[in-house]
């Protein structure tokens, strides 16, 4: 089974306005972490926001929030208010501990996110 | 220096060259992973170094050889190439708590072309 499921490959949002990419996930940690990336053109990935798995409440970074649900397994990324700059490809991710002592990272096949002006 | 930076940023390289990707890491992390990201696919993880250790070998070529001499510089060596191989590589580092600080931070990536 596929650890990280993303099942927008596009979308389109009209600048100024929200936007949704879903992300589930599967995994039997109970201690995992999940994590949004952005990745410009230039291919840098950069971090976005974090989620533990016992997080109570849901993650906000300024204009970005993720919408845990934890009992449907689902970790959607919500950009309010979109920018062009905006435009790139978003990328779910899930930390999970392996026996080693060391953090593995799972990535899901990504939504490239188009913004219009 | 903060954060992870990767040499060169570009690499072209025809199919009997030897070649090698570099990455450091100024953020004391003692985890170093290589990510492959071919067009349309989502990232392949290659290799995991914990504490200079190997610790993970994603059933990758042995025309990829990764090298971890210390806890800040994971190298990947590169030789007899395919033209398959084109993609961008990443090179991630990690600390091993499970707190927010346990995110993995990635460098700008290699973009190898194989000619």
């Known amino acids: 089974a596929q650890k990280i499921t993303q099942t927008q490959p596009g979308m389109f949002v009209q600048e100024k306005e929200a936007v949704t990419l879903d992300c589930t996930y599967d995994?039997?940690?109970?201690?995992?972490?999940l994590f949004w990336y952005k990745q410009p053109s230039s291919g840098e990935m950069i971090f976005l926001i974090y989620?533990?798995?016992?997080?109570?409440q849901n993650a906000t970074e300024g204009r970005y929030s993720l919408n845990f649900q934890k009992a449907r397994k689902s970790a959607n990324l919500v950009i309010s208010a979109s920018q062009l700059g905006d435009s790139a490809m978003y990328f779910c991710?899930?930390?999970?501990?392996?026996?080693?002592?060391?953090?593995?990272?799972?990535f899901g096949s990504g939504t490239k996110l188009n913004v219009k002006p | 220096e903060t954060g992870v930076t990767q040499t060169p940023r570009h690499l072209v390289m025809g199919m009997t060259n030897k070649k090698s990707l570099k990455c450091e890491q100024h953020?004391?992390?003692?985890?170093m992973y290589w990510y492959k990201q071919s067009a349309k696919k989502p990232l392949e993880l290659m290799f995991v170094?914990?504490?200079?250790?190997?610790?993970e070998n994603n059933s990758v070529p042995s025309r990829f050889s990764p090298e971890c001499p210390n806890s800040s510089h994971l190298f990947l060596h590169l030789h007899t190439l395919q033209p398959e191989d084109s993609a961008l590589y990443l090179c991630?580092?990690?600390?091993?708590?499970?707190?927010?600080?346990?995110?993995?931070?990635f460098g700008q990536g290699t973009r190898l072309t194989v000619v």
């Open positions: 995994t039997s940690d109970p201690s995992y972490g």
């Open positions: 953020l004391g992390h003692n985890a």
């Open positions: 991710a899930m930390r999970e501990r392996t026996s080693y002592n060391f953090n593995k990272f799972y």
């Open positions: 170094y914990s504490l200079e250790e190997r610790v």
């Open positions: 991630a580092s990690s600390g091993t708590g499970q707190g927010s600080s346990a995110e993995a931070f």
């Open positions: 989620q533990g798995s016992y997080d109570q």
